[in-house]
T-cell receptor, first 117, second 114 residues
Framework: AQTVTQSQPEMSVQEAETVTLSCTYD???????LFWYKQPPSRQMILVIR??????QNATENRFSVNFQKAAKSFSLKISDSQLGDAAMYFC??????????????FGKGTLLTVNP | NAGVTQTPKFQVLKTGQSMTLQCAQD?????MYWYRQDPGMGLRLIYY???????DKGEVPNGYNVSRLNKREFSLRLESAAPSQTSVYFC?????????????FGPGTRLTVL
């Protein structure tokens, strides 16, 4: 079974600085998808960024980028120029390729990010 | 375009009571999901519906039933609520086709069972 580990229960960053959140996963599959979701105090789960394992290029979305190391099974999220609105719980998630039960997302336990003014 | 909506937002039940959580999506998605989120844990899949007319168990299905009423709606029923079912429940939907099948989530329902 796939597992997702986020080793940092809490992180903090100064406004305008850069922070990196860590995620590792365990799988025997060669193709899969990885996601970072953000959950602010409103509890809404918001997709931040997505990475396809078959793509070597790291995904970027504005101030958010990932460092995807397939061999190491590592998928870290970098937030540049941190803003107060980035404060939230961040979840790393894994999904197998294909349909049916493979659509299940496996989540890590989350990292609570605090942004200090 | 409201995305994924859930009702109610909050609910308090007594042990043994029943209730249904409602979920609807307006994105014409084929697949829908129910997750629960407990403190200190990520979301765990309860049930999912890959397409209209089909439902399957996820990781933690015990104590729940689901109904895929039509393509838009997917409900979760607790027949006899237990304190262990106190949690935040999220509904999600996705296109259900293709490789990059991203799930989009509703705002959640906070359920307390006394």
């Amino acid at each position: 079974a796939q597992t997702v580990t986020q080793s940092q229960p809490e992180m903090s960053v100064q406004e305008a600085e850069t922070v990196t959140l860590s995620c590792t996963y365990d799988t025997s599959e060669s193709d899969y998808y990885l996601f970072w979701y953000k959950q602010p105090p409103s509890r809404q789960m918001i997709l931040v960024i997505r990475q396809e394992a078959y793509k070597q290029q790291n995904a970027t979305e504005n101030r958010f980028s990932v460092n995807f190391q397939k061999a190491a099974k590592s998928f870290s999220l970098k937030i540049s120029d941190s803003q107060l609105g980035d404060a939230a719980m961040y979840f790393c998630a894994y999904r197998r390729l294909g349909g049916g039960s493979n659509y299940k997302l496996t989540f890590g336990k989350g990292t609570l990010l605090t942004v200090n003014p | 375009n409201a995305g994924v909506t859930q009702t109610p937002k909050f609910q308090v039940l007594k042990t043994g009571q029943s209730m249904t959580l409602q979920c609807a999506q307006d994105m014409n998605h084929n697949s829908m999901y129910w997750y629960r989120q407990d403190p200190g844990m990520g979301l765990r899949l309860i049930y999912y519906s890959a397409s209209e007319g089909t439902t399957d168990k996820g990781e933690v299905p015990n104590g729940y039933n689901v109904s895929r009423l039509n393509k838009r709606e997917f409900s979760l029923r607790l027949e006899s609520a237990a304190p262990s079912q106190t949690s935040v429940y999220f509904c999600a939907s996705s296109e259900g086709t293709g490789h990059t099948d991203t799930q989009y989530f509703g705002p959640g329902t906070r359920l307390t069972v006394l």
